[in-house]
């Protein structure tokens, strides 16, 4: 496996960086302590986090709580100071507040005004960006469309549902045309049909070259959408690199096929015994219970009324 158990001095990954592929994001020997009323160091929340995400890929960060996922975020967008090290986003310091306008940030929680309807919503942060009228009008319908909430533009945000809201949260993120889009728990709160939508806009705006960083505790979600992932425990890099590489179990092989007969089975174990292979299963394969429940709505959609036979 080719897994990178970071130390505090080499974190990289095995894939290394192709020529004239500069990271847009550089983080070096990261430290953040966060500190009491009288300025006593009371968490280490980061420690040395060495680490780099490319230009066009989508990054997971992973971790159980407390591990300092929110943090990175938050000293990525200059938000925090760092304690020690140095972070270079789009070529630029992060506490450099100007390449802010070439990001995007989705919160866990959406600091949205509740009175406000989606197009008011998104015409407000446009505001912020200094887009003119005519672009906040052009992005606003743009993204209300991409995020299937058009039908409910001029509904307060109030009257919103949790999945609702994150659409609207996302579409927030995206209203300066970020380069750089950073995702905390994108797809939490939403059913497994918003999940899916959520996810093919991930894969949409990767497509569409822009660098994706997520924080998710949804590993199935993680494991659909990122190309590489880094895992956090207690401040510190365990794990980093590729994800299709990373789940490689490397001490069994896969053989799929459509469905064998009972013969054929039989000889396909004989064969696996004369090589002295006796730890086999053959079965039927199984698929996720997402793609089942999507499948059922889709059914359910198309004809109405009817019981799915599966
Ligand atoms: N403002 C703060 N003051 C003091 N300690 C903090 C502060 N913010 C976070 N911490 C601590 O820093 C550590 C990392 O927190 P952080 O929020 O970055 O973790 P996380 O991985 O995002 O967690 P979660 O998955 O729960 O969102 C935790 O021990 C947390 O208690």
Same mark, same amino acid.
């Given at each position: ?8 001095? @080499? ?11 500069? $990271? ?52 990525? %967008? ?27 940030? %989705? ?5 949205? =005004? ?37 039908? @409910? ?32 728990? $994108? ?45 956090? =425990?207690?401040?510190? %890099? ?26 054929? @089975? ?37 004809? $109405? ?6």
């Amino acid at each position: 496996m080719s897994t990178d158990v970071a130390s505090p001095t @080499a974190a990289k990954d095995s894939s290394s960086l192709p020529a004239g592929n500069e $990271p847009v994001i550089s983080i070096r020997n990261l430290s953040k302590d966060y500190r009491d009323f009288w300025g006593r160091p009371k968490v280490k929340a980061l420690k040395s986090l060495t680490m780099e995400v490319r230009k066009g890929e989508v990054f997971g960060l992973l971790g159980p709580n407390g591990s300092g996922k929110t943090t990175t975020m938050k000293l990525l %967008l200059g938000l925090l100071f760092p304690t020690e090290g140095e972070i270079s986003i789009l070529g630029k310091p992060a506490t450099d507040v100007s390449k802010n306008e070439r990001i995007g940030y %989705l919160p866990e929680e959406s600091y949205l =005004y509740r009175f406000l309807n989606a197009e008011e919503t998104l015409d407000f942060y446009g505001r912020l960006f200094r887009l003119p009228a005519d672009v906040r009008k052009q992005r606003t319908n743009e993204l209300l469309e991409l995020v299937k909430v058009s039908h @409910a533009r001029k509904r307060q945000l109030k009257e919103y549902s949790k999945g609702m809201t994150r659409r609207i949260g996302l579409a927030q993120a995206l209203i300066n045309d970020p380069e750089l889009i950073l995702l905390d728990e $994108p797809t939490s709160g939403l059913d497994p049909l918003g999940n899916r939508d959520m996810k093919d806009l991930i894969i949409k705006l990767k497509e569409q070259g822009k660098t994706i960083v997520m924080c998710s505790h949804l590993l199935a979600d993680v494991q659909d959408v990122c190309d590489r992932i880094a895992i956090l =425990y207690g401040g510190e %890099l365990k794990v980093m690199g590729r994800v299709d590489e990373l789940v490689k179990e490397q001490d069994a092989t896969q053989i799929r096929s459509s469905k064998l007969s009972e013969a054929a @089975a039989s000889e396909v174990l004989d064969v696996l015994k004369k090589h002295g292979v006796t730890d086999v299963q053959i079965d039927q394969p199984t698929s996720s219970l997402e793609e089942l429940f999507l499948r059922t709505v889709q059914e359910s959609r198309e004809r $109405p009324g009817r019981r799915i036979s599966v």
